[in-house]
């Protein structure tokens, strides 16, 4: 179980990570969209960069300990989490169509766009240069 877990030990601390910028984004979202009125798209731009600096800030410090070339790195997770947005807003268009709940598009969008981000951020943004050991 031990090895399972050393093993896995990145994409459990990124799932930890995910969790708390999951819950930035959904919050700062519904509030901004329930409460202050504002628009799908300018909620869901908003949630999504503050949670984006929290998810960077801790996988770059924290979980891949890959601090080398931090704007670089941070301009790559940027693009990474740009689709990782496109692929929140058409999960919660197409949510909406159906059912007619942006609140619900916005909760169906997480795990399609963790998994997505996840695969593309191990292999670009927090890659270990050759040699590198941990």
């Known amino acids: ?32 969209f329930n409460v202050a009125d504002w628009s799908v798209l300018a909620s869901q731009s908003v949630s999504v960069a503050l ?11 924290w979980n891949f300990g ?15 989490s740009f689709v990782g947005y496109l692929i929140g807003l058409a999960v919660i268009a197409a949510v909406e169509s159906i059912i007619g709940n942006v609140n619900l598009g916005k909760v169906a969008s997480l795990p399609v766009v963790f998994v997505a981000q996840y695969a593309i951020n191990n292999r670009t943004s927090f890659r270990r240069e050759r040699g590198h050991r941990e």
Do not use: E, P, Q
């Open 1 to 32: 179980m031990t090895g399972l877990i050393r093993k896995n030990i990145h994409l459990i601390r990124y799932a930890i990570i995910g969790a708390g910028a999951v819950a930035v984004d959904l919050w700062v979202f519904l509030l901004a």
């Open 51 to 61: 949670a984006v600096l929290f998810s960077f800030t801790l996988n770059a410090f």
């Open 66 to 80: 890959t601090t080398d070339r931090l704007i670089l790195r941070f301009l790559s997770f940027c693009a990474v």
